[in-house]
């Protein structure tokens, strides 16, 4: 590859990331936040002016927007591809920020910003990869599908889970689709690098614990109080160990760190493993076994008066094929008298770490890092794939970052101080060209 033609396939990434986290699609879950609207009408606008068709979209509300193209490849006979992103972000409180959290402004070599690598990173890449191709003629070798959509951050349900549900003509013989939270360099020694591929996702199961008792007057004895229940279950449910699970992604995991260090680790022996991935082993340590946490309680209106019922909210998260222990689970640990509900499920995924995506993934790695190797590993939140998942289309994550060993790149999803590496971008701008090239 020339040196021109890397400087142009690199030139505008700083710059769309930069303006795309200028533009606040903060997403507060209820409804009150400003929405997508502007910065789809960016979005839109960007592939436009490179003359890429592109069509602008609204789900539930005329603030919940999305941008939907597609770009026609050498060979339409084969099953297209899908780039997608979401174009919200988590709210930032800017007084507990270094810096203005939608400033993208450039520091220690970082763009830092809301959205930094959560992800309109991956929006900025994908945008500006596609613009290289239009401006220099680049036909790709199948149709790539290009998917920016609202809500992700508060369950998908005006986003990819309506666009899968109302606009199926938008995946027409897509197939496989690429999107967030993969690809990142894990750094375990000097000359051994990993990029994480999620090739799975944990299931979701929020729940409501909802305790009942006899209300009475505060300064009474009352053996039946739904608060004392509520707390017993609470705690139960918080402190309890989830037995540790073995599913083919975390098996391949494992494998893969075991062969990189050669020495032999196992899901037996969870601390040794996650004792070598640096800051990331809080997000594999979440995809080794179920979770359940509790994160809202609710209960009375007096400081004198017991209330006859109280709730409390649970984040439960499920491996793939693992929800029904869940639900064992958390049932055995209820008392007497308190009950659960489901209030938000969703499913869990896990496509092939195998063919020719992979292989592509594989090559346009090594070419850039020789000291690089993709592996694919569990992601323990949610994205849009599962939509996607729903239509038969396999997800992966892989929109890489090849990031600096001592950065915390856990601590950036939805903290403060996001940040994502100039020459990261930059780096991910080289090897998805390559990939989508391969693939």
């Given at each position: 590859?020339s040196?021109?033609?890397?400087t142009?396939?690199?030139?505008?990434?700083?710059?769309?990331?930069?303006?795309?986290?200028?533009?606040?699609?903060?997403?507060?879950g209820?409804?009150s936040?400003?929405?997508?609207a502007?910065?789809?009408?960016y979005?839109?606008s960007?592939?436009?002016?490179?003359?890429i068709e592109?069509e602008?979209?609204e789900?539930?509300?005329?603030?919940?927007?999305g941008?939907y193209?597609?770009i026609?490849?050498a060979?339409?006979?084969?099953p297209?591809l899908?780039?997608?992103g979401?174009l919200?972000?988590?709210p930032?409180a800017?007084?507990?920020?270094t810096?203005d959290?939608?400033g993208a402004?450039i520091?220690?070599?970082?763009?830092?910003?809301?959205?930094?690598v959560?992800?309109?990173?991956g929006?900025g890449?994908?945008l500006?990869l596609?613009r290289f191709?239009?401006r220099?003629?680049?036909v790709?070798?199948?149709?790539?599908v290009?998917?920016?959509?609202?809500?992700?951050?508060?369950?998908s349900r005006?986003?990819?889970h309506?666009?899968?549900?109302?606009?199926?003509?938008?995946?027409?013989?897509v197939t496989q689709?690429?999107?967030?939270?993969g690809?990142?360099?894990l750094?375990l020694?000097?000359d051994?690098?990993?990029y994480?591929?999620?090739?799975?996702?944990?299931?979701?199961?929020?729940?409501?614990l909802r305790?009942?008792?006899t209300?009475g007057?505060?300064s009474?004895l009352?053996?039946?109080?739904?608060?004392?229940?509520?707390?017993q279950a609470?705690?139960?449910v918080g402190?309890h160990?989830f037995?540790?699970?073995?599913?083919p992604?975390?098996r391949d995991?494992?494998?893969?760190?075991?062969?990189?260090l050669?020495?032999e680790?196992?899901?037996d022996?969870?601390q040794?493993l996650l004792s070598?991935?640096?800051?990331?082993?809080?997000?594999?340590?979440a995809t080794?076994?179920?979770?359940a946490?509790?994160?809202?309680?609710n209960?009375g209106?007096?400081?004198?008066?017991?209330?006859?019922?109280a709730?409390a909210?649970?984040d439960g998260r499920?491996?793939?094929g693992?929800?029904?222990?869940?639900?064992r689970?958390?049932?055995?640990l209820?008392?007497e008298?308190?009950?659960?509900?489901?209030?938000?499920?969703?499913?869990?995924?896990e496509?092939?770490?195998e063919?020719q995506?992979?292989?592509?993934?594989?090559?346009?790695?090594r070419?850039e890092d020789p000291?690089?190797?993709?592996?694919?590993?569990?992601?323990s939140?949610?994205?849009?794939a599962?939509a996607?998942s729903?239509l038969?289309?396999?997800c992966?994550?892989?929109?890489?970052?090849?990031?600096?060993?001592e950065?915390?790149?856990?601590?950036?999803f939805?903290?403060?101080?996001?940040r994502?590496?100039?020459?990261?971008?930059e780096?991910?701008m080289?090897?998805?060209?390559k990939?989508?090239?391969?693939?």
């Open positions: 590859m040196t021109e033609h890397t142009d396939l690199t030139s505008e990434i700083v710059q769309i990331v930069s303006d795309l986290i200028k533009i606040d699609s903060s997403n507060y209820d409804g936040g400003p929405g997508e502007l910065v789809a009408e979005v839109q960007s592939l436009q002016s490179a003359g592109a602008r979209y789900t539930t509300s005329a603030k919940r927007q941008v193209a597609r026609a490849g060979d339409s006979s084969r297209a899908m780039l997608h979401h919200d972000v988590v930032a800017a007084g507990d920020w810096y959290p939608f402004e520091h220690d070599g970082c763009i830092w910003g809301r959205g930094a959560d992800m309109k990173d929006v890449m994908i500006a596609s191709w239009a220099n003629g680049i790709p070798p199948r149709d790539i290009l998917q920016f959509m609202p809500d992700e951050e508060a369950g005006h986003g990819s309506w666009i899968a549900e109302n606009r199926k003509d938008m995946f027409q013989n689709a690429v999107g967030e939270v690809g990142f360099s750094t020694k000097e051994v690098r990993l994480l591929v999620q090739t799975a996702e944990k299931g979701i199961r929020w729940m409501k305790a009942e008792g209300a007057h505060g009474f009352n053996d039946d109080n739904a608060v004392t229940k509520l707390a609470v705690a139960a402190n160990q037995e540790t699970l073995l599913t992604t975390v995991f494992i494998k893969s760190v075991s062969d990189a050669e020495i680790l196992s899901i022996d969870p040794e070598h991935l640096g800051p990331i082993a809080r997000i594999i340590g080794l076994s179920n979770t946490n509790p994160t809202m309680l209960a209106y007096k400081h004198n008066v017991i209330p006859g019922e709730s909210l649970i499920f491996l793939p693992f929800e029904e222990n869940l639900l689970d958390i049932d055995r209820l008392p008298g308190v009950y659960r509900e489901d209030v938000i499920t969703d499913i869990a995924v496509a092939p770490f063919g995506l992979v292989e592509a993934m594989d090559a346009a790695i070419a000291f690089g190797t993709p592996v694919p590993y569990t992601v939140g949610g994205t849009d599962k996607f729903m038969g289309i396999d992966y994550g892989f929109l890489p970052l090849l990031l600096p060993p950065l915390d790149f856990a601590a950036m939805h903290g403060v101080d996001e994502v590496p100039v020459e990261g971008l780096f991910g080289r090897v998805m060209e990939f989508v090239a391969l693939s």
